[in-house]
């Protein structure tokens, strides 16, 4: 196999686990948000969904963010971000972006090679 396929193939298995991500049950992907907000280390501040996430499950989050702990007071923002799932925290002016787009780039580099092991041998 050629190197641009290889290349194609492993892209399109991030893309999968994106997609995979992005279709968890409610249950499963409000605990995986609610424990991504944590790792922040910020516990009050704006936080933006896309448009989908806000709808469905967006005050659902919130509340269960801050039912957590003293001092967690997040609210959720009028506006939406354009990506297939996770937030922006937006605390003045500081935004962590922790959208599920980011969150598989980051891991991509450190996780090639093991996925490139599972391809191809």
């Given at each position: 196999m050629k190197?641009?396929?290889?290349q194609a193939?492993?892209?399109r298995?991030?893309d999968a686990?994106?997609?995979?991500l992005a279709?968890?049950k409610?249950e499963?992907?409000?605990?995986?948000?609610?424990?991504a907000?944590?790792?922040t280390g910020?516990?009050?501040?704006?936080?933006?969904?896309?448009?989908?996430?806000r709808?469905?499950?967006?005050?659902?989050?919130?509340k269960?963010f801050?039912s957590m702990?003293?001092?967690?007071n997040?609210?959720?923002?009028?506006d939406?971000?354009d990506?297939?799932?996770?937030?922006?925290?937006?605390?003045?002016?500081m935004?962590?972006n922790?959208?599920?787009?980011?969150?598989?780039?980051?891991?991509?580099e450190?996780?090639?090679?093991d996925v490139?092991?599972?391809?191809?041998?």
């Open positions: 190197l641009g396929a290889k193939l492993i892209s298995c991030f686990a994106l997609e995979q279709d968890m409610e499963d992907y409000l605990e995986f948000l609610t424990s907000i944590q790792a910020i516990a009050e501040g704006e936080l933006l969904l896309n448009a989908k996430d709808k469905a499950i967006g005050e659902k989050l919130v269960k801050n702990g003293k001092g967690s997040l609210t959720l923002a009028e939406t971000i990506a297939k799932g996770g937030f922006v925290l937006r605390k003045g002016s935004e962590i922790s959208t599920l787009e980011t969150m598989v780039g980051g891991i991509r450190a996780a090639t090679p490139v092991k599972a391809l191809f041998g």
